[in-house]
């Protein structure tokens, strides 16, 4: 039995990791990184701060999800974020759920 766990334990590790990592290539082929960074501030906000600002809205993942398709501007300052349409919804949206993991 507790070399079922164990597997059991070790599987959900992999599958967790894998699908960070696929999110954070995610990150760099959506042009995210172009002007941001996991833990400081480039032209726009660390995402960790992105993650901190939106941590209590329970409509975080839909507003950042759309925010990376469609742009913004005034919420970080002047400088405004390029939209990014060739991001699909679902894609956005995992990109969003990511975002808000970062602690």
């Known amino acids: ?3 079922i766990a164990m597997v059991w334990a070790a599987c959900c590790f992999f599958f967790t990791a894998g699908s960070v990592l696929a999110d954070a290539d995610m990150l760099k082929k959506s042009n995210c990184m ?3 960074a996991v833990d400081q501030k480039r ?3 660390s995402l960790k701060e992105v993650a901190a600002k939106y941590s209590d809205d329970s409509s ?3 507003t950042l999800a759309k925010k990376i398709q469609s742009g913004g501007a005034g919420v970080w300052g002047q400088l405004p974020m ?3 349409p ?3 919804d679902a894609d956005a949206k995992t990109l ?3 975002i808000l ?3």
Do not use: T
Request: hydrophobic share 40%.
């Open 82 to 84: 390029p939209a990014q």
């Open 86 to 88: 060739q991001v699909s």
């Open 96 to 98: 969003a759920e990511y």
């Open 101 to 103: 993991s970062l602690k």
């Open 60 to 62: 975080a993942v839909g």
């Open 34 to 36: 172009a002007c941001h």
């Open 1 to 3: 039995m507790r070399k």
């Open 43 to 45: 032209f726009g906000p």
